[in-house]
């Protein structure tokens, strides 16, 4: 065997690897795209003829509105958290809530910063050890400065809700939970990323994901009676499964060694047997936009693969020994799609390695060297059913990112795939690194911007 022959039997091997499991999460996919589809057309011919669209708007106070907490971990954040609290009070539109906002004995900027913000709702609380823990450590801290606000007051949360240092908080937020928190121990609204106009590719292929998450994923995920996943932000967790969380965990109900506490979070509530809800709303008629968090993610290479690199090893190796498998088979099937992302990135370096090897042989053969590529024709027609599959989801991210930010956004989220490809690999390779490694977990933060217009 010669080296060519040596050289396009591996990229054989390689794209025959890679197309098989690209078909398996391609058809996936497919399915998650004809759920979603079916129960849209089925509430349009059904449940919106009977009843009127719901509108942020339209929600009312009760006479007696729930207590509700807004807690809002902090670790070096002097950048952004006093502008993000001043924003906070000024435009939620809720008359009975208090926002405990945690912060570190040796981070005194921080500290400093919340101090600047002159209003009873806010409530500075001191971890009292130093930082950074990790951010469930500091969420549980929180919550023992609720039980503390609750026993000295005689009042009683309704529900927490949950929000990062950075986040532009919809004025009418408060109000839907307090509406849905009979309904539901969980509610998680959509996050939307900010488009930030000197980071396109980096930041910008956020938008992309969150567009389809939060449009389509989140959605599916319901309705096949899987848990939804807490994002973190934007989310609202009922006190009474808070409580029970806490009693079954010595007081911690925030899984404090974990680095997706919020992802778990969720699923936990879920397994209590609880209702868990995503809900998309918009605010009122006439306007595109619904009541979502938002806020701005990681403009450079290297926040943005270490913040998902966190994700996924919190998603998809450490929370596959802290969760295991349970749940029914729509659970089941969710925990594959969160737990795919190591094996994904695996499948992309080999279809890069195989293109990159045809193509070196391609050339050699147009330049006239005695080299004969020729790809079997089973191998290519699984290629070809891939590339139908590609279109497919090409067309389904452009068009998701559209409906939220506009086509110019639709048409750039096509070539962010390829920015996105390289930091799930990127990802993939850190998240796996630090889970062999078995180092601490730590709060690994990214530095956080706050718009200056939310501000104002």
């Not at 009042?155 to 929000?163: N, R, W």
């Not at 292929?205 to 959605?219: G, N, R, T």
């Not at 390829?418 to 977990?441: D, M, P, T, Y």
Request: charged share 20%.
């Amino acid at each position: 065997m010669t080296a060519a022959d040596a050289l396009a039997r591996t990229a054989a091997e390689l794209a025959l690897f890679a197309g098989a499991g690209f078909l398996l999460l391609g058809l996936n996919d497919l399915a998650v795209d004809i759920i979603y589809f079916t129960r849209r057309l089925w509430r349009s011919t059904t449940v919106y003829r009977r009843y009127r669209r719901a509108y942020a708007s339209f929600y009312v106070f009760k006479k007696d509105p729930g207590f509700i907490a807004v807690f809002v971990p902090a670790w070096d954040e002097a950048a952004v958290i006093g502008a993000m609290l001043k924003a906070a009070v000024k435009r939620i539109d809720y008359p009975n809530y208090r926002i405990f906002v945690g912060h570190y004995r040796n981070d005194p900027a921080t500290a400093k910063a919340i101090a600047t913000v002159a209003d009873e709702r806010v409530h500075p609380v001191l971890v009292d050890v130093d930082g950074p823990t990790t951010k469930a450590d500091c969420l549980n801290h929180l919550y023992d400065a609720l039980v503390a606000y609750e026993t000295d007051t005689g009042s009683k949360a309704k529900a927490v809700v949950l929000h990062d240092a950075e986040d532009v908080v919809h004025p009418f937020e408060l109000r839907i939970f307090d509406g849905l928190m009979d309904k539901a121990a969980v509610v998680q609204l959509p996050v939307i990323p900010l488009v930030d106009p000197k980071s396109r590719w980096i930041s910008g292929h956020y938008c992309d994901e969150f567009a389809e998450a939060h449009i389509k994923e989140l959605v599916v995920r319901e309705a096949v009676g899987a848990a939804i996943p807490l994002a973190g932000v934007g989310c609202a967790i009922a006190r009474r499964p808070l409580a029970m969380l806490a009693a079954q965990h010595e007081g911690r109900p925030f899984a404090g060694t974990s680095l997706t506490e919020d992802y778990e979070m969720g699923l936990r509530i879920g397994a209590l047997g609880l209702r868990t809800i995503f809900v998309r709303i918009p605010s009122q008629p006439g306007e595109r936009g619904v009541v979502a968090s938002r806020g701005y993610f990681p403009a450079t290479l290297g926040a943005s693969v270490r913040q998902k690199a966190r994700w996924l090893g919190g998603i998809a190796l450490s929370g596959w020994d802290r969760l295991g498998w349970s749940g029914g088979l729509g659970e089941r099937w969710m925990r594959v799609r969160d737990r795919r992302g190591p094996l994904a990135a695996l499948l992309i370096v080999c279809a890069y390695l195989a293109a990159l090897l045809w193509s070196q042989l391609w050339l050699a053969e147009a330049l006239g060297a005695p080299v004969a590529v020729r790809v079997d024709p089973a191998l290519a027609l699984l290629l070809k059913i891939n590339a139908w599959l590609l279109a497919w989801r090409v067309l389904m991210r452009a068009g998701f990112t559209a409906s939220v930010y506009g086509l110019e956004e639709g048409l750039l989220s096509m070539p962010r795939l390829f920015v996105g490809n390289l930091i799930a690999v990127l990802s993939a390779f850190r998240a796996v690194s630090l889970h062999l490694s078995g180092r601490a977990v730590r709060w690994d933060k990214t530095a956080h911007m706050f718009p200056a217009e939310a501000a104002r």
